[in-house]
């Protein structure tokens, strides 16, 4: 464990009120939210770039790469029927799924069954049959970045380009460490029609630390359980309508 590591405390990591312990301040937001959970909109997202820029976007600043510490994960695909247009408003997609298993909308059911989840099924706006799956698979990740003073967790898109890295990085905590145990690296490697992202061990948090980031995913995991996030980005469609591979659901 580094130095760094072994010096950040709970108020570096988590959102904090004086008087008010995690589970007090928790109580509180869901009476503020009145039942209606938790949206989009309400998250702040890191910008992942569209083709060779070396830059995310983290709070703002141009950075290559970011320290976090992940306290979820949601899985989900969505199906355009339309491909959209560079620069075209974003729309709600067509159908789509936060449990890979079921999809919402048109043509909504099994997703096993899905002829869009087949490889070969991408169109791209020219309508051109692409490699890929018309439907196609992300997954967002929901981290404390350190320094952070927001009550809810900072959205990372995961492009297609990326999800065989994060499997990998999954497998490699395999069986010793929970996400919420170790601070991520990611680090951006620029390429073109998307960049991708690669999943680091920074290093492991002390057990106190971990133990209370544990207890605030558990939490917040209620509230953004089966978030809809179905906001494409330019870099995603550029990736789907070149027809790149993801992995198989994990």
């Not at 709070?59 to 355009?80: E, H």
Request: hydrophobic content about 40%; some cysteine; glycine content about 10%.
């Amino acid at each position: 464990m580094s130095s760094a590591l072994a010096t950040l405390d709970v108020q570096q990591l988590l959102p904090s009120v004086p008087g008010k312990t995690a589970e007090q301040m928790m109580a509180t937001l869901r009476r503020n939210l009145a039942g209606g959970g938790v949206q989009a909109s309400d998250l702040t997202k890191i910008v992942v770039p569209v083709g060779s820029s070396p830059y995310f976007t983290v709070l703002g600043k141009p950075m290559d790469s970011f320290d976090a510490v992940i306290v979820g994960v949601q899985p989900g695909r969505r199906y355009y029927a339309t491909a959209m247009k560079p620069g075209q408003a974003t729309v709600p997609p067509d159908c789509v799924t936060t449990d890979l298993l079921t999809g919402i909308g048109n043509p909504g059911g099994s997703c096993l069954k899905c002829p869009y989840n087949a490889w070969g099924s991408a169109r791209a706006i020219d309508g051109v049959q692409g490699r890929g799956k018309g439907c196609s698979e992300y997954r967002w990740i929901f981290a404390r970045l350190p320094g952070d003073t927001s009550v809810f967790p900072t959205i990372v898109q995961v492009p297609v380009t990326s999800l065989k890295a994060l499997r990998k990085f999954f497998i490699t905590l395999g069986a010793t460490y929970d996400p919420w145990q170790v601070m991520t690296r990611f680090n951006l490697i620029p390429g073109s029609p998307a960049p991708s992202i690669e999943f680091k061990i920074a290093g492991v948090l002390p057990t106190e630390l971990a133990t209370q980031i544990e207890n605030y995913a558990s939490q917040m995991a209620g509230m953004i359980e089966g978030l809809a996030l179905t906001v494409m980005t330019d870099a995603e469609e550029d990736a789907v309508a070149e027809g790149e591979e993801g992995p198989i659901p994990f």
